[in-house]
């Protein structure tokens, strides 16, 4: 039995999958591209944006035509996965500047501030754009709290530090804060720092700075902005490592991470996946072969830690070409 899918005027549409089902679909598009038809769960490409389906999952898609200049919005839908493929990582990033825009005048509108979470590594340099017009102008930048998903216990202006990567490349180039910038504490040792930021967000928590998510009762982020190392860890959380387990804390530490400094501090899973929002941003094709088994692509490999992602409203999967060519 096939299902049809057919865009709107918007070029925006949503797939349903039945678990343990191998629909076919049957894709009728605007003219400017041909009608489609595969069996799941073989990719749906489309030039220049690609799009594809997830097991179990509802899933959004993007379609551009080449005439329009910039993506559209993402489909705002409770559960949702989006996957978007850009010609470019300067695609890309354009794309990543206007979405954390428009999520920051949102939480900004309805609760009074935007809590924000960032990674390391080359997400920083895809933030690039909200420190240019007319984003460095028109975002309440006194609205923002800001946090880590991770950090190295290094000093801050240790080249290893998530903090410094930040400061220099986006957080030292808009008026955020200083006080609504929540740093590690450097002098402490990896447990006594992942404790003190732990106990950090519970004091936020009951300051109302923070939300609650109802769903696991652990703090919902109101965006969390995280990358993926070519091994298809996410956070400090590596694959393989008895960190992925943990269920309890909000904070932990490691002391034997695989990739150098070997101390650092991470959110959990129960923590990451409790955030309203997340955007996974991923370029470069030495990360390729990570982004297809995270997808769940290859059902004989255990999934890695980017694949237990998710988000509370909405997950979105920011790629350049070179990171999904195995799509």
């Known amino acids: 039995m096939a299902t049809s899918v057919i865009a709107s005027s918007t070029h925006i549409f949503t797939a349903l999958t039945r678990p343990n089902s191998t629909p076919k679909f049957s894709v009728h598009l605007h003219p400017t591209y041909s009608s489609l038809r595969f069996p799941f769960p073989k990719p749906f490409t489309i030039s220049p944006l690609k799009s594809i389906t997830t097991p179990n999952r509802t899933t959004t898609f993007k379609v551009r035509s080449s005439s329009m200049a910039e993506s559209e919005p993402s489909l705002k839908k409770k559960g949702n996965t989006n996957l978007t493929v850009f010609d470019s990582e300067e695609e890309l990033s354009v794309s990543l500047a206007k979405y954390v825009a428009d999520l920051s005048a949102k939480f900004v509108k309805e609760r009074g501030a935007f809590t924000v979470v960032l990674s390391g590594g080359s997400l920083i340099k895809s933030l690039r754009k909200l420190v240019e017009e007319p984003y460095v102008g028109s975002i309440e930048w006194s609205r923002w709290h800001v946090f880590w998903v991770d950090e190295r216990v290094v000093p801050k202006d240790h080249p290893d530090s998530n903090y410094k990567l930040a400061f220099d490349g986006f957080l030292s180039k808009v008026p955020i804060l200083p006080g609504n910038v929540y740093a590690i504490n450097d002098a402490l040792s990896a447990e006594g720092a992942a404790d003190d930021y732990e106990t950090c967000l519970k004091h936020l928590v009951s300051n109302k700075v923070l939300d ?7 703090p919902k982020f109101d965006l ?11 956070a400090s959380l590596f694959p393989g490592h008895h960190l992925l387990h943990e269920s309890q804390k909000w904070v932990t530490f490691i002391k034997d991470s695989p990739k150098p400094p070997p101390e650092r501090i991470t959110f959990t899973f129960p923590v990451i996946n409790s955030s309203a929002y997340i955007a996974l941003v991923v370029c470069g094709a030495g990360k390729a072969g990570s982004v297809q088994r995270a997808l769940g692509k290859d059902q004989n490999e255990e999934l890695l830690p980017a694949g237990r992602v998710s988000a509370e409203e909405e997950f979105t999967w920011f790629l350049d070409k070179e990171a999904a060519p195995k799509l």
């Open 224 to 234: 969390m902005l995280l990358g993926m190392g070519p091994d298809g860890h996410v």
């Open 212 to 218: 609650t998510s109802v769903a696991s009762g652990f």
